[in-house]
């Protein structure tokens, strides 16, 4: 039995293998310049097998201290610790050496951009997963659901969830929250709503309640507005992010800036871009091309967000 060696296919690794590997990284299904997750979740590159994120609580009000009299000392408190291991997401296609050969690479050159493509609408539901599940199975660092009621480190009960359809009355209500929103030990944390996402079903609504200029629900019938009230929203700046892998067609969330919480809300933390490894297997005759990635994500401070399943 003779042995089959690379040169016997002389045509497929001078001109096939490239050419997969050039479509891969000419693909604009790898770009992740406009993904949702990038407004939202403060990135990091990470080297290591997991990365952990320890919070502090912050220092409470100063005292008054009189003339001469010593300065105490103010003490914080180690909070919550939380750990992002990273996940391997891979996958692999083969065709053989007949297709590659009758093809010319076109059908090769669709599949290997259909490929790439199934890797980043991978990420886009493993991101989105963050916000599906965080009334739910999504915890941040304290333990509790993403969104919902806690009791702060000073015993003051937060809670950042609400079972509101998305209007003038909840959108209000949503503000409220952030401008009263305190750290652990009750200091003003003043963090400013800067995106809401939702499924793209709810831009008809989202862009009724936050871009009219009078006030939705004072317009009669007739398109006319009486009382001439002013929708006060259309002053405020919210971003609008839709985000189809949003599974709830109902659900709304608001987020401050990543970097209005240094970084400690949405997290997410890239250990390999996507990598492809394709080459000619001689025992069968076919091309296999194989693709991974690993990345890890989550919520450490939910103070970023708030949540609204809907009704």
């Not at 891969?24 to 939202?40: I, N, R």
């Amino acid at each position: 039995m003779s042995i089959m060696i690379r040169s016997n296919f002389q045509d497929v690794y001078d001109n096939l293998l490239p050419a997969i590997d050039t479509v891969y990284f000419q693909s604009k299904e790898l770009d992740e310049t406009d993904a949702p997750w990038q407004k939202l979740f403060s990135m990091k590159k990470s080297t290591k097998q997991f990365e952990n994120l320890t919070g502090f609580s912050g220092f409470g009000l100063f005292g008054q201290v009189g003339e001469a009299e010593d300065v105490p000392l103010m003490g914080i408190t180690q909070l919550h610790d939380k750990k992002f291991t990273h996940t391997k997401f891979a996958a692999a296609w083969q065709v053989s050496e007949e297709m590659e050969d009758d093809d010319q690479y076109e059908l090769v050159a669709t599949l290997a951009r259909a490929f790439a493509r199934s890797y980043r609408f991978t990420k886009e539901v493993n991101f989105a997963n963050v916000l599906n599940n965080g009334f739910t199975t999504e915890l941040a660092a304290d333990g509790v659901a993403a969104f919902g009621s806690r009791t702060l480190f000073n015993g003051t009960v937060v809670n950042n969830s609400t079972a509101a359809d998305y209007g003038v009355s909840a959108a209000q209500t949503m503000y409220n929250h952030f401008d009263t929103l305190i750290d652990d030990q009750g200091i003003r944390a003043k963090l400013r709503p800067a995106y809401i996402a939702a499924n793209p079903a709810m831009k008809w609504i989202i862009g009724e309640v936050n871009r009219s200029k009078y006030h939705p629900a004072a317009v009669t019938t007739s398109g006319s507005n009486n009382q001439n009230a002013i929708n006060v929203l259309a002053e405020y700046d919210l971003d609008e992010v839709y985000w189809a892998e949003l599974t709830d067609t109902d659900a709304w969330y608001v987020f401050a800036k990543p970097s209005a919480v240094n970084g400690f809300g949405l997290r997410g933390y890239d250990r390999q871009k996507f990598t492809v490894s394709t080459d000619f297997y001689t025992r069968n005759l076919t091309m296999v091309s194989v693709g991974r990635g690993r990345w890890s994500r989550g919520v450490y401070d939910w103070r970023q967000g708030y949540g609204s399943t809907g009704t």
